[in-house]
């Protein structure tokens, strides 16, 4: 059973600030190949954040090029998502997404607000 762990989201930031996400990956994993960040604001679609590959390689979303950063730390099977200069609008749950073995997996979901 492979289950993805989120952690750091859930209080209340005001716009300019900062947050970080991390989500951490658990199971019976032999290899996980990308892993990433979605997120969901009310009435809206859950849309791409950014993804990171095995390599490194990254893929963000325009709304989020140069605030928010990811990295990730193949030997513990987790990632991070450093988030900077928030605006109202990053408002939304957000979604570790992960390849894991072949197959997508989602966590939870945490939720982060930014307002004043």
């Known amino acids: 059973q492979v289950q993805l762990v989120e952690s750091g989201g859930g209080g209340l930031v005001q716009p300019g600030g900062s947050l970080r996400l991390s989500c951490a990956a658990s199971?019976?994993?032999?290899?996980?190949?990308?892993m990433g960040w979605y997120r969901q604001a009310p009435g809206k679609q859950r849309e791409l954040v950014v993804l990171?590959?095995?390599?490194?390689?990254?893929n963000y979303a325009d709304s989020v090029k140069g605030r928010f950063i990811i990295t990730r730390d193949n030997a513990k099977n987790t990632v991070f998502l450093q988030m900077n200069s928030l605006k109202p609008e990053d408002t939304a749950v957000y979604y570790c997404?992960?390849?894991?073995?072949?197959?997508?997996?989602w966590g939870q979901g945490t939720q982060v607000t930014v307002s004043s």
């Open positions: 990171i590959n095995i390599a490194g390689s990254t």
């Open positions: 997404n992960a390849r894991i073995s072949g197959l997508w997996y």
């Open positions: 199971g019976s994993i032999s290899s996980i190949s990308t």
